[in-house]
């Protein structure tokens, strides 16, 4: 009955593979978000999704591609991954901006 | 767009005593401002939160203030453990829109026992 949860938990690839990170939450939240977690913990968001559309964009290279099949689900897909992708990235949702409920992370390492 | 400030970025204190951590945010429409607690290994966990319709919240030895005027919030901890030490962020938003929340760089408490 985990709130928000992702697959997977890690996730080691090479340089210049495709991957994609699963998002899922059962809150009945209207808004979720995928943030990166640098190695020095700095949380940025990437993107926001209310309601399956695309709210927030920020400036993430156009080889991160969010989808959202529904609202309780908000994947992240990475085409040609590089070394500076190495992170743990963080799914969360909240009801309206507030009261953000994070996923355990995916911790993403390009070798 | 919002921009927060946090400091410090790491604090030691021994067991028992307080801990105060600071933010400042930049837009001043703004309205919402939690604090997560992130410990190693795991995902942040919201702790206490605060809307600028109130200048203070208190919960058990945690308590947050706000100063909209300055637009500065702090995390005030009392009575310090050791299973306080982690990862402590704050964050701002604006919970009239879509926006998502702003968070500060964190500061790494050290309860020394």
């Known amino acids: 009955d985990t709130a928000v949860s992702q697959t997977p938990k890690y996730l080691v690839t090479q340089m210049g593979n495709d991957k994609s990170i699963k998002c899922e939450q059962n809150?009945?939240?209207?808004?979720m978000y995928w943030y990166k977690q640098d190695s020095k913990k700095f949380l940025k968001i990437m993107f926001s999704y209310n309601n399956k559309e695309l709210i927030i964009n920020e400036t993430v290279p156009n080889r991160f591609s969010p989808k959202s099949p529904d609202k309780a689900h908000l994947n992240l897909h990475i085409n040609s991954l590089e070394l500076g992708d190495s992170a743990v990235y963080f799914c969360?949702?909240?009801?309206?901006?507030?009261?953000?409920?994070f996923g355990q992370g995916t911790r993403l390492t390009v070798v | 767009g919002e921009n927060v400030e946090q400091h410090p970025s790491t604090l030691s204190v021994q067991e028992g005593d307080s801990a105060v951590i600071k933010c400042t945010y930049s837009?001043?429409?703004?309205?919402?401002f939690p604090w997560y607690k992130q410990e190693l290994g795991k995902r942040p966990q919201l702790i206490i939160d605060i809307r600028s319709n109130v200048g203070e919240k208190k919960d058990q030895r945690i308590a947050v203030t706000l100063n909209k005027t300055a637009k500065h919030f702090s995390l005030h901890i009392t009575e310090t453990q050791p299973e306080d030490s982690a990862v402590y962020f704050c964050?701002?938003?604006?919970?009239?829109?879509?926006?998502?929340?702003?968070f500060g760089k964190g500061t790494r408490l050290s309860v020394i026992a």
């Open positions: 837009d001043s429409a703004s309205n919402y």
């Open positions: 969360a949702s909240s009801p309206q901006s507030e009261k953000a409920f």
């Open positions: 964050a701002a938003s604006w919970n009239s829109g879509n926006t998502p929340l702003v």
């Open positions: 809150l009945g939240h209207d808004t």
